[in-house]
């Protein structure tokens, strides 16, 4: 057996691996691209070792560190609890705010996750008390989360834009944001009048109250310190991941986070999921394995229909698998290809469908985000109709976001250009 498709095999297990156990598939991906790289394509350790995707490391290392010291000193905490506040009792602000803050929160930096385990307790508390229905609850923060996920400067905007660049997509970090988020908040409107969101009328009063929490000195200065490197980014240009070490090294000097602490809730499973799964791919590229895959995905669409297929195929997995470290690793590369061998498309509108089409699907409670949410219901029988509510609102955005990017994603890449 030729190295070109054990390496496309091994990418498939790793798939089935992320979707079947709880194994972290960067481990498993490391492992077999060293086998496969070196006792069957006659490869150095060293020369496989040359696939591992040091600056990406960087970058979401640093990014990721920046931020949870701001979760760690408790600065994002406070934020959502002062703008939840904004709401002044009016039952139908609630979801719409909860949407607004889960998407603010991601895009700054700490991505979906984070942002809804930040959010989600909080945001349920309040729910039960304004007797907001659960699934609506559920839904905007999640969506809202997601909403902000692929922006510029967060972890999860960080691998999509990187992996678009490596494949000569770069320069579109924006727009690539700027579909996620209106896919999401078309979705989350529906949702928001599909459950009742224009029913929440009159006052919630001292049904949903929320302590002011005083913003102190290390809030301030964590506040301070994100917002000069977001304008350095921004404006100025500066390095994504090595700024954030500055920034970060700034902090834990001013005595505004505790280093140690905030170490700990970087997400280094995802950071080795995402850099071992790339290096795989990276493998993949050098014995034709990629090609091979490519080949696979070109007998299922054409070029009227890759962007709708491309979306349902990723959104498939990512219902049972990691959208950041398996989904857009593994498909994004494929793009060059794959629009080659079916005789037409166009690349960016196939990134976003990708992006999009395997975003949608994340608030299904077999993804973390879906979790988070049953988990935050107390009551056993309302934990149990949320998960088989999230769960078929899940599998209908394979559908949905099919439809959308199949709609929409070719419009969208031009309309921008």
């Known amino acids: ?146 909403a902000g996920n692929l922006s510029p400067v967060s972890s999860v905007g960080v691998i999509a834009n990187s992996r678009m660049a490596a494949i000569g997509l770069g320069g579109h970090e924006w727009r690539v944001f700027l579909a996620n988020l209106l896919a999401h908040a078309f979705v989350s409107g529906v949702a928001f009048l599909l459950f009742g969101g224009l029913k929440l009328t009159g006052e919630a009063g001292e049904a949903a109250p929320v302590d002011r929490p005083r913003i102190e000195r290390s809030h301030w200065l964590t506040i301070g310190v994100i917002g000069l490197w977001i304008i350095g980014v921004v404006f100025f240009k500066l390095s994504l991941g090595l700024s954030t070490f500055i920034a970060t090294a700034l902090l834990i000097l001013l005595r505004a986070t505790s280093e140690g602490a905030a170490i700990r809730l970087v997400p280094w499973n995802v950071v080795l999921m995402v850099t071992g799964v790339a290096t795989l791919i990276a493998l993949m590229e050098k014995t034709g394995g990629l090609d091979l895959f490519t080949t696979l995905l070109a007998q299922l669409a054409t070029p009227g229909t890759v962007n709708g297929v491309m979306a349902l195929i990723t959104a498939i997995i990512s219902t049972y698998s990691s959208t950041s470290g398996v989904v857009l690793p593994a498909f994004l590369p494929t793009i060059p290809n794959l629009i080659q061998q079916i005789g037409g498309g166009d690349p960016l509108a196939l990134a976003l469908s990708i992006n999009v089409g395997s975003a949608l699907v994340d608030v299904s409670p077999l993804s973390t985000l879906g979790a988070m949410c049953v988990a935050a219901v107390k009551n056993q029988d309302d934990s149990r109709r949320l998960f088989n509510q999230l769960f078929i609102w899940g599998l209908s955005m394979t559908i949905v976001g099919a439809i959308i990017c199949q709609l929409g994603a070719g419009w969208f890449a031009r309309i921008l250009s």
């Open 1 to 146: 057996m030729n190295a070109a498709l054990l390496s496309l095999i091994a990418l498939l297990a790793a798939i089935i691996l992320s979707m079947v156990s709880r194994v972290n598939v960067g481990l498993v991906a490391l492992g077999l691209a060293w086998l496969i790289g070196v006792y069957f394509a006659g490869m150095s350790a060293e020369a496989v070792m040359a696939g591992f995707p040091v600056s990406l490391l960087l970058t979401i290392t640093g990014v990721t560190l920046l931020f949870a010291c701001a979760e760690e000193n408790g600065t994002l905490k406070v934020l959502a609890a002062h703008a939840i506040r904004l709401a002044r009792g009016r039952r139908w602000a609630l979801p719409l705010l909860f949407f607004l803050i889960a998407t603010l929160l991601s895009m700054v930096g700490p991505g979906s996750i984070s942002s809804v385990a930040l959010i989600i307790p909080l945001a349920m508390a309040i729910g039960e008390r304004a007797r907001l229905p659960w699934l609506l609850i559920a839904l905007m923060v999640t969506n809202g989360a997601n």
